[in-house]
């Protein structure tokens, strides 16, 4: 009699420090979860802040003020360190002195002293050149999507990379402004793999256009690729197949349009001219080879 009591008393003490214990674990893990959401919360705001930051100083053209924003050893995924990366951002802002940026963050993730930023960014400006010596201005549209690889210094978040997920932009002159005009090309193909590029033009019968589609490796400084002129068919549709470059690189595929128009004046006499012009271009992310797998398709086949 005495032994079942023990045995009760015992199974009820061990039920007791079991449910103490998981309530203690409750307890604890929520208290966990709630400190570490305090910390998240704390930690994105800074990083928010960054890029409210980021994108002040860059409508403003000022590189002194990005640069302290960008981990020394920063290298983005076409192999572009901080030199390289802001040698382009200078150029870009010496060709486009109003070039204006709107970023909008879309996702945060951190990992201790690391974070990863998933950010859409547009581009919007103007330039100015000479056409038959006469001033002719040309609107620049550009938006990107990518991710920015971030880690903590000194209690600082620093962009150390970037990640370019697509990235597409325009330079248009005169009608091409008020044209619908596409390029499709694919986001991703395989190293020396053949693709397709597509320009899509919205133009009337008496609109004549002519161009080329060229693709260009991301290296510096850049090349201007020049591609055999095509005239684009009855169908406003002109392609090319391409094969991605073998050197481990990125790439754009770049198409460059001259649209020309008939005009008919009071003596009834035709005249042809050029009534605008387009470059537009999207970017093709290029997967190396790997070497190093190898698939072992030799199976016996039982009988």
């Not at 002040?56 to 983005?76: C, E, R, W």
């Not at 990366?85 to 150029?91: A, G, L, M, P, S």
């Not at 000479?130 to 001033?135: R, T, V, W």
């Not at 990518?146 to 150390?160: D, E, S």
């Amino acid at each position: 009699m005495k032994k079942i009591v023990l045995f009760l008393i015992f199974a009820l003490m061990t039920f007791g420090a079991g449910n103490l214990q998981a309530q203690c674990s409750i307890v604890s893990s929520g208290a966990y979860r709630h400190e570490q959401n305090k910390i998240y919360k704390r930690e994105a705001k800074q990083i928010k802040k960054l890029f409210e930051v980021h994108n002040t100083f860059a409508n403003k053209h000022d590189l002194q003020g990005l640069s302290p924003l960008y981990a020394d050893n920063y290298m983005n995924n076409d192999g572009f360190n901080k030199k390289i990366y802001f040698k382009t951002i200078e150029e870009t802002w010496e060709e486009c002195k109003n070039l204006t940026y709107k970023t909008k963050v879309n996702s945060i993730e951190i990992l201790g002293d690391n974070a990863y930023v998933n950010v859409e960014e547009n581009a919007t400006g103007t330039v100015y050149d000479k056409l038959d010596d006469s001033s002719v201005a040309g609107e620049i549209h550009a938006k990107s999507s990518g991710i920015y690889h971030l880690v903590k210094l000194n209690g600082n978040w620093l962009i150390a990379g970037e990640t370019l997920i697509s990235d597409e932009s325009s330079l248009l002159y005169g009608d091409a402004r008020f044209m619908d005009i596409e390029l499709v090309a694919p986001m991703q193909v395989g190293a020396g793999e053949s693709y397709t590029t597509t320009v899509k033009v919205d133009a009337d019968e008496n609109t004549v256009v002519i161009g080329s589609i060229e693709h260009d490796p991301v290296v510096y400084p850049s090349s201007v690729p020049k591609g055999p002129l095509r005239t684009v068919p009855k169908t406003k549709v002109l392609e090319r197949i391409m094969k991605a470059n073998t050197d481990n690189l990125n790439e754009y595929t770049v198409t460059s349009l001259a649209i020309s128009k008939a005009a008919t004046d009071k003596f009834n006499n035709t005249r042809i001219y050029m009534a605008g012009l387009a470059c537009l271009m999207k970017r093709v992310n290029v997967v190396p080879k790997n070497n190093f797998i190898i698939l072992n398709d030799n199976k016996e086949v039982k009988k």
